[in-house]
């Protein structure tokens, strides 16, 4: 398997074709931004981080039945993954009250959701990513009726099965933002799986442990990250 060209470049990661039209690269970059990249900034080792804790969490999910890009890790920054035609959609999952649902809600941050959500958001950058219904997705052609039936079947397994992985490392899965793709016709769930994209609450204290960090100006990000890789890595089921 050989890099090629530079396909696309994203705000945290590259991604580069291979001499497999069915593969790609994946590189993770320590770039970070925040309210649609009005904040820029660099979180040393980042992509590293987000490498290794993404790697453990799409071999995690797909040993429990959900069909992931991943293919293997490649060295510290970078990952094969199978080529996806990305769905537009951010699925977001959430389990406890923060971030824009308190806005919306006019809620406190914190609070916990009877059952868990559900949200969609429409990928576009230029837009900031504005929420939208299951009508829209269908009326726009981004995913059939059907595709977001399983896409939401499959969030809502995703999310079950990391509330539980995280409680075992005394981390409270706040919410979570996923991507989806299809591949030779099937459904993956694609992107990556990490503090960039998920909220992550130490268990006992609250403290955060993920991108609000960054997006706050609460300090200790890059510990907080390393902390992340630390506990997941300490599970010891990689
Ligand atoms: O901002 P909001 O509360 O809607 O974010 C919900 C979750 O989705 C958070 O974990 C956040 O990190 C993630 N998210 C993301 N990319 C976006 C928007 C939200 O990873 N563009």
Known sequence: MEKREKLYEGKAKIIYATDDPNLIIQYF?????????????????KGIMNNRTSEIIFNFLENHGV????????????????????IPVEVITRNIVAGSLAKRLGSEEGVPLAKPVVEHCYKSDELGDPFINIYHIDAMGWATREQIAIIDELALKINALLVDYYRDINIKLVDMKLEFGLHKGEILLADEMCPDTSRLWDATTNEKMDKDRFRRDLGKIEESYAEVVRRIESRGDQ
């Open 29 to 45: 970059k320590d770039d970070a931004t925040a309210f649609n990249a009005e904040k820029k900034g660099t979180i040393i080792n």
């Open 67 to 86: 069909p992931t890009h991943f293919v293997k890790k490649l060295n510290d920054r970078e990952m094969l993954c199978k080529k996806v035609e990305i």
